[in-house]
């Protein structure tokens, strides 16, 4: 009876074994010991950041987890995907990142990574519309009077770009070609030190988010001409969107959690169930409300269409448009 006893306990344990081996990433994402990393590819301060520490911390009570926050900034993003794409898929390191994930497929010639075939998608978690900002001191206050000054002046006026590749970077494209316009692209490597030269006065001109910009509303420091969005914004009472005044203009960010492709479904789904948790909290929505962004519940297999899709639709307005990165 004991040698039986000790045959199965042998075998059990050379199942368990046999399991762990099949399936390391799973173990490894089920260990409540490890922390979570979020990779972010901005700087400290810009829109991708915030979102990513804001989540991080609620999927990280609903996990029981520790979640930190590790900013890899530089090539729109290109250089923080490319290193979760070849982390290890247990679930520890993870990508929050932005439209530009979609832009860079066609945008750039030479990826390191697949930005379809290379993750594994968990969820969008916001969209955000932005906000057309200008400096202190310019001779002019809307937009029209921006485009009137600008074709006067060609070349003269900058742009600060937070990320080459973003919806941002392409939204200032859209208004100079819409426009007609020649003003300076001036490229950062996240929205927070674009930001911070802006309100120095050292560029002119900025598309940024209204969770960046709204903190600045009230001080002064920056004059709001548009928002990118179709309605006004009730966040910014008194700025029109830039479509009344440019015809066709319109252009919104979003965001969303990735993990390195072929995560354990176990694990994308714990995770998913705690990031939709966290957006649908009270205290995110009102955060969303507050910063005119839209809180996002949507699945992995919802997400991972519409990545793929928004590849198709961004190659289309890039080729058409002639930018490319090298």
């Known amino acids: 009876m004991t040698h039986r006893f000790h045959r199965r306990s042998a075998m059990?344990?050379?199942?368990?074994?046999?399991?762990?081996?099949?399936?390391?990433?799973?173990?490894?994402?089920?260990?409540?010991?490890?922390?979570?990393?979020?990779?972010?590819?901005?700087?400290?301060?810009?829109?991708?950041?915030?979102?990513?520490?804001?989540?991080?911390?609620?999927?990280?009570d609903a996990l029981g987890r520790v979640v930190l926050v590790e900013n890899r900034?530089?090539?729109?993003?290109?250089?923080?995907?490319?290193?979760?794409?070849?982390?290890?898929?247990?679930?520890?390191?993870?990508?929050?990142?932005?439209?530009?994930?979609?832009?860079?497929?066609?945008?750039?010639?030479?990826?390191?990574?697949?930005?379809?075939?290379?993750?594994?998608?968990?969820?969008?978690?916001?969209?955000?519309?932005?906000?057309?900002?200008?400096?202190?001191?310019?001779?002019?206050?809307?937009?029209?009077?921006?485009?009137?000054?600008?074709?006067?002046?060609?070349?003269?006026?900058?742009?600060?770009?937070?990320?080459?590749?973003s919806s941002l970077h392409l939204a200032s494209e859209q208004f100079k070609m819409l426009t007609g316009t020649q003003i300076l692209n001036i490229p950062y490597?996240?929205?927070?030190?674009?930001?911070?030269?802006?309100?120095?006065?050292?560029?002119?001109?900025?598309?940024?988010?209204?969770?960046?910009?709204?903190?600045?509303m009230k001080t002064g420091a920056i004059q709001l001409l548009g928002v990118s969005s179709r309605e006004p914004l009730p966040q910014?009472?008194?700025?029109?969107?830039?479509?009344?005044?440019?015809?066709?203009?319109?252009?919104?960010?979003?965001?969303g959690l990735f993990g390195p492709a072929k995560m354990p479904p176990e694990v994308t789904e714990k995770y998913y169930q705690a990031v939709k948790k966290a957006v649908e909290s009270p205290a995110y929505q009102e955060r969303m409300q507050t910063e005119a962004a839209s809180a996002v519940d949507m699945t992995p297999k919802a997400f991972g269409q519409f990545v793929a899709q928004d590849v198709q639709d961004w190659a289309k307005i890039i080729k058409a448009s002639g930018a490319t990165v090298e």
Do not use: C
């Open 12 to 60: 059990a344990a050379l199942a368990l074994l046999a399991l762990g081996a099949a399936a390391p990433g799973l173990a490894l994402a089920q260990d409540s010991g490890k922390p979570i990393t979020i990779i972010v590819g901005s700087p400290p301060g810009g829109t991708t950041d915030t979102l990513a520490r804001v989540i991080g911390k609620l999927m990280g």
């Open 73 to 165: 900034a530089g090539a729109g993003g290109n250089i923080a995907a490319a290193y979760v794409a070849k982390a290890p898929a247990d679930g520890s390191t993870l990508l929050m990142s932005f439209t530009g994930h979609t832009i860079n497929a066609t945008l750039y010639k030479n990826l390191s990574f697949d930005p379809v075939k290379d993750f594994t998608p968990i969820t969008m978690v916001a969209r955000v519309p932005s906000v057309l900002i200008a400096r202190k001191g310019l001779p002019f206050h809307d937009t029209a009077g921006l485009v009137a000054y600008a074709k006067q002046n060609p070349g003269k006026l900058s742009f600060a770009i937070g990320a080459q590749g």
């Open 189 to 216: 490597k996240g929205t927070g030190p674009a930001l911070t030269d802006l309100l120095a006065g050292t560029v002119d001109l900025m598309f940024a988010s209204t969770v960046n910009v709204l903190p600045h």
């Open 236 to 255: 910014v009472p008194g700025v029109p969107p830039i479509g009344k005044t440019v015809k066709g203009f319109e252009s919104t960010a979003w965001f």
